[in-house]
């Protein structure tokens, strides 16, 4: 059975589509069939994290309107074979998406893969109720503030109410990424904790994600981090949570500080 | 002559009693909508009483096509319809209305008592919800009490006509008493709300300062001012 996951948040910039591609690169690692589908039509990214930008011909918006065919528009990972992209188109806007058509692509897609990942543009307007309407399962990506943990809030009544599964009566299934954790912040009182951003969404916590250069560099470098660095925290975080959507169980390690005992001193100096 | 003594006399009884007479009104669907929300909280009302259709409203915004419409809609509804007026009777020929009576003599009633009569056999209305009310989502129950169970997240709203009952944190805004006024109260476990209403009094976090957050507390109006105290 295929799974479409959705990952989406509400807010821009705190990592959907940096998640996105480690999510479904460590997925593929686990030797499942993967592609991840950017539906930020006009501002496409996830064909940069994922460095196949030299290589996009047809996207998303070709195969929706039906001018190209899904083989012609998926680009298989050069590193990871079971891993795909579908990317977005860049001139074109969100309006060129119909439901109608992309209910069929991912039917399509369904035929193919064991996991379509639909990488959601930011906001709650047509791109991103489109990339949720046909999920089965939600990843909610959040930063510990209160502007992204309210927005978070607001996408999760969305998936409760305007995607097919809950219009058919079903129940989304639905857990919270915490990305750019800074534990150091957090006990200093700058940042949200753990325990209170969960308090607010009530929903299960599928990995806290340590913010780090690993992922910048990966981002930049084309590669999602899971694949250019397995060995990093971040990296570590995103294959346990993947291992949690295929239903292992696996505890969620609590977000350490990285630094040392000095380096910490001098932190909390400096920013005394 | 002779033949017309020998029948029985017929003998007739008089009788009056109460029709309701309804106007339905554009736009049809909302006014049908409220109509089956009334029927539905007093079915007794309504129960086996002749209904006389005025359909000048009808007729002046649909015009004739709409009368069998509306006629037909008040008869799936198992309301009674004994007779029209303000519609001339040709606009109803061939139709099958055609013979429902056109001109029904009788003189207007007010019908406070009877709209009261069925109350106290209702029961005061309430919504409850389960689940947790999300950022932006707002939950608006004109008819009585709401009841949640779980956490009003910052950024939604409950709009009760009755009290507002919350088992978890109150983030966003709760506006009780839209019907009951006065004597709504606002209940909640946790008090963490950006804004609380009852009866046109309002206040916002601002004004009920530290004290009282997060602990459970109960808001209502006291001589004209909204009184927030701690439960625990």
Known sequence: ?272 | MSEALELPQIRFRGRSFMALVMAPEFPMGDWFAALDQQMRRSAGFFAERPVVVDLTITLAHGGPSALPIVLDGMEARDLRVVGVEGVDPSLLARTRWERVAKSLPGRELALEPLTQAPAPAVLPASLLIDRPVRSGQSIVFEDGDVTIVGPVASGAEVIAGGSIHVYGALRGRAIAGLRTAGAARIFCRKLEAELLGVDRLYRTAENWGPALHGRAVQVLCDRGALRLSALD
């Open chain 1, 1 to 272: 059975m295929s799974k479409v996951m959705v990952v989406t948040s509400g807010k821009g910039g705190v990592g959907k589509t940096t998640s996105s591609a480690a999510l479904g690169a460590a997925l593929a690692q686990a030797g499942q069939n993967v592609v991840v589908v950017d539906f930020d039509v006009g501002l496409r990214n996830l064909d940069l994290v994922m460095g196949a930008e030299r290589r996009v011909v047809f996207d998303l918006v070709n195969v929706v309107q039906g001018d190209a065919k899904l083989p012609q528009a998926l680009i298989r990972d050069k590193r990871l074979e079971t891993l795909s992209l579908l990317p977005a188109s860049q001139t074109r806007d969100k309006d060129a998406l119909t439901e109608d058509g992309v209910g069929r692509v991912i039917d399509e897609l369904r035929e193919r893969f064991d996991w379509i990942i639909c990488d959601s543009p930011a906001g709650i307007e047509k791109g991103a109720t489109l990339a949720m309407r046909f999920a089965d399962v939600a990843v909610v990506v959040t930063n510990p503030e209160v502007s992204s943990v309210r927005d978070s809030d607001r996408i999760i009544g969305m998936l409760d109410s305007k995607t097919q599964r809950a219009e058919d009566g079903g129940r989304m299934e639905k857990h919270l990424l915490l990305t750019r954790y800074d534990a150091a912040r957090a006990a200093r009182g700058e940042m949200m904790k753990v325990e209170d951003v969960l308090e607010i969404l009530a929903i299960p916590l599928l990995g806290i994600v340590l913010e780090s250069p690993d992922v910048l560099t990966a981002s930049n470098l084309g590669s999602p981090v899971t694949l250019h660095n397995p060995a990093s925290p971040a990296a570590r975080a995103y294959a346990d949570a993947s291992r949690r959507l295929l239903g292992e169980e696996v505890v969620v390690r609590p977000p350490e500080e990285r630094r040392g005992f000095m380096s910490r001193l001098f932190g909390r100096r400096a920013a005394a």
